[in-house]
């Protein structure tokens, strides 16, 4: 017995064993998940360069789910790596085939993938003419950075599938307006994931404290509020 304790003890300090009370079937249930870059190819697209703002979104709901705790989120270079293998295209973003599905649940030890749309991602304003190329009706031009008026609206829809049986088990969706005077949009044109010519992330304050990234994060959290109630569907 003697020779157990001391074992039990060696583990512990180790940091093999977990502290008492700790919930360890908590932990073991905590569904795995993985999620695509969203599909935004029924968005007219008013900026310029490459911003590939369904990457953008997709990061931006992995910290929310992460930040919550309630999924286990695979990492997302991992699976980047997988859908190049696949020779995975933009298109099946939001609709991948059950084959797909199935050998990233398989390769990445998932239960369950999301996949989404970004249906509105919107910057509107009264007044044109800031910066060099000037703000306009849905776009905005070089170097465009200023603070006026404006109203920017972004809708989002995800889909929680399950890996094994391409069965829909939840949809989401989020929409999020902000209308007020403030910061619109910095940067002139995308690229890299960025605002922007200047690189601006969409993960980064600079962006959160325009009005689009404003309406940006509460359509986000509110997908992510609704894929974790839905959790309990998956027991």
Request: aromatic share 8%.
């Given at each position: 017995?003697?020779?157990?304790?001391?074992?039990?003890?060696?583990?512990?300090?180790?940091?093999?064993?977990?502290?008492?009370?700790?919930?360890?079937?908590?932990?073991?249930?905590?569904?795995?998940?993985?999620?695509?870059?969203?599909?935004?190819?029924?968005?007219?697209?008013?900026?310029?360069?490459?911003?590939?703002?369904?990457?953008?979104?997709?990061?931006?709901?992995?910290?929310e789910l992460v930040n919550d705790g309630t999924y286990r989120v695979i990492e997302r270079k991992r699976l980047?790596?997988?859908?190049?293998?696949?020779?995975?295209?933009?298109?099946e973003r939001a609709d991948p085939s059950a084959a797909t599905i199935a050998k990233i649940g398989k390769v990445l030890g998932v239960k369950y993938l999301i996949v989404g749309s970004i249906t509105k991602f919107g910057l509107e304003q009264k007044k044109q003419g800031i910066g060099g190329g000037g703000f306009g009706h849905g776009g905005f031009?070089?170097?465009?950075?200023?603070?006026?008026?404006?109203?920017?609206?972004?809708?989002?829809?995800?889909?929680m599938v399950d890996v094994s049986t391409a069965e829909i088990m939840a949809s989401a969706k989020g929409e999020g307006i902000s209308s007020r005077s403030g910061l619109l949009l910095g940067g002139g044109g995308g690229g890299g994931g960025g605002a922007g010519l200047g690189g601006v992330q969409m993960t980064s304050s600079d962006y959160q404290e325009t009005i689009l990234g404003e309406a940006t994060e509460v359509a986000v959290k509110q997908v992510a509020e609704k894929l974790v109630a839905a959790k309990s569907r998956l027991e």
């Open positions: 017995m003697r020779k157990v304790f001391s074992m039990a003890l060696a583990l512990f300090a180790l940091g093999l064993l977990p502290p008492a009370g700790a919930d360890v079937s908590a932990q073991t249930k905590r569904p795995t998940v993985a999620l695509l870059d969203f599909d935004f190819g029924t968005v007219q697209q008013w900026w310029s360069g490459n911003w590939d703002i369904g990457k953008g979104i997709a990061d931006l709901l992995v910290d980047d790596a997988i859908l190049a293998e696949q020779n995975f295209s933009n298109s031009g070089i170097g465009a950075i200023g603070r006026e008026k404006g109203k920017a609206n972004v809708a989002i829809t995800a889909r």
